[in-house]
């Protein structure tokens, strides 16, 4: 490699619009959101690793002490802590031959100043948005599922996993699948938010994708109850917006929903694919909208720069190069970051499947029941239950649809102690 082509215009043009770029990023100016920017804190690392930690944070009471007694021994908050190394990421592109040729003429040619600077300096914006665009992939897919998970289906360079650790007693599926007509959305919120109440968590945000939103609502019982918290007595019950549904929940329960409508689109071996990076049907419900770090490191070319290439850091973590290689002749421009999103604390966030529910046809008055298209027997299923929920005041007695109900409600932490129950009818 060798320095760029264009030296001159390198000199004084590659820092300040590299810098506004970022500026423009996280400004009011730029048409994409990136939540990642919003709800993560930056954060150093001299280790290159990442770390998240998650503590079932309760705040417990003082006691009343008599005077001149000694104070009571509280129990300390249990820490978890996931870790590992921090993921490069890192994109170029180049100018081509006839780019590069065009470039020549308009320096040949007077007043073509701005359209040089544009010519020459595209590629510095898409290589800086594209690691944000990466960034923002990788926080949504870890929000709403808890994991991060980038494949060489789509990504030319290493196959990563991260495991945040959401644990499973704070993973729930719907009562009825949401697009049921049936199915009673602000009951399953209820029950959630009661079920975060237990852990000492107040819950204000709701995250959920456009999808799962038109199905919520459209549902009679949200229709309802708005209409109901507006004096409407009408046959016709309207559908609310979001608008309507945000303030109609913020007055009755102080949830506010937010939708995630995303995409990114991957580039590998030339073909390009657009991908989703919120999970399905996940419905996410948050304590706080600060709920982590975006933990940096730095990168080595930053300690042993080439002399031949030009660079610009920018953002605290990407560090941009402009260079030009021959045969053929081409101008380059790189961004590389050593970054990643990380979730604090998932035992506060709490994530439900709106299109996950059992919903086996049953037989009542028989002995058996049906869980996921096989036959068991009913006091196998009650054992279950009890076994999962040992508060239930369900019986031998009780209907197949208030057991499978009951089954809905569990998270998958009560699933697998249900599960591990059931016999199989003969």
Do not use: C
Not at 43 to 70: H, Q, R, Y
Not at 204 to 223: E, H, L
């Amino acid at each position: 490699m060798e320095k760029s082509l264009f030296a001159q215009w390198v000199d004084k043009w590659f820092g300040p619009l590299s810098r506004k770029v970022v500026e423009t990023i996280n400004g009011t100016k730029n048409p994409l959101t990136y939540l990642h920017l919003v709800m993560l804190r930056p954060e150093f690392s001299t280790t290159l690793k990442w770390g998240s930690l998650s503590s079932n944070n309760t705040m417990v009471s003082a006691d009343v002490v008599a005077m001149d007694s000694s104070l009571p021994l509280k129990r300390r908050d249990s820490l978890k802590k996931y870790e590992g190394d921090i993921p490069k990421l890192g994109m170029k592109l180049y100018l081509n031959e006839k780019t590069m040729s065009d470039i020549g003429i308009l320096q040949r040619t007077t007043g073509q100043d701005n359209e040089i600077v544009r010519k020459l300096f595209a590629d510095t914006k898409k290589v800086t948005v594209g690691i944000y665009e990466m960034l923002e992939f990788m926080f949504l897919q870890a929000l709403s599922s808890g994991v991060t998970s980038i494949t060489d289906e789509s990504n030319p360079g290493q196959e990563i996993r991260i495991d945040f650790g959401h644990p499973a007693s704070n993973k729930f599926g719907a009562v009825k699948k949401w697009s049921d007509p049936d199915s009673k959305p602000i009951d399953d919120i209820e029950r959630i938010t009661a079920f975060a109440r237990t852990k000492g968590d107040t819950i204000p945000y709701i995250y959920m994708d456009r999808t799962t939103f038109n199905s919520f609502k459209k549902n009679a019982q949200v229709r309802e109850m708005f209409a109901f918290s507006l004096g409407f007595t009408g046959t016709n019950v309207p559908i609310p917006s979001l608008q309507q549904v945000n303030d109609f929940l913020t007055s009755n329960y102080g949830i506010t929903i937010t939708i995630i409508e995303r995409s990114v689109t991957f580039e590998k071996n030339g073909e390009r694919t657009v991908k989703t990076p919120w999970a399905e049907n996940a419905v996410v419900f948050l304590t706080t909208q600060q709920i982590g770090t975006l933990t940096y490191g730095r990168l080595a070319e930053e300690d042993h720069p080439a002399k031949q290439v030009d660079y610009q850091k920018v953002a605290n973590y990407i560090l941009l190069s402009k260079y030009h290689k021959n045969d053929p002749i081409r101008e380059f421009t790189s961004s590389q970051a050593l970054v990643l999103p990380v979730i604090d604390n998932m035992d506060s966030i709490y994530i439900m499947d709106a299109e996950e529910a059992v919903a086996d046809v049953q037989t009542e008055g028989d002995a058996n029941f049906s869980y996921k298209t096989v036959s068991y027997t009913k006091a196998s299923v009650l054992a279950g239950i009890k076994a999962a929920k040992p508060t239930t005041k369900l019986l031998i007695t009780s209907t197949d649809a208030k057991m499978l109900e009951t089954i809905n409600e569990f998270s998958e932490e009560q699933i697998a102690l249900f599960e591990a129950k059931l016999v199989a009818s003969a």
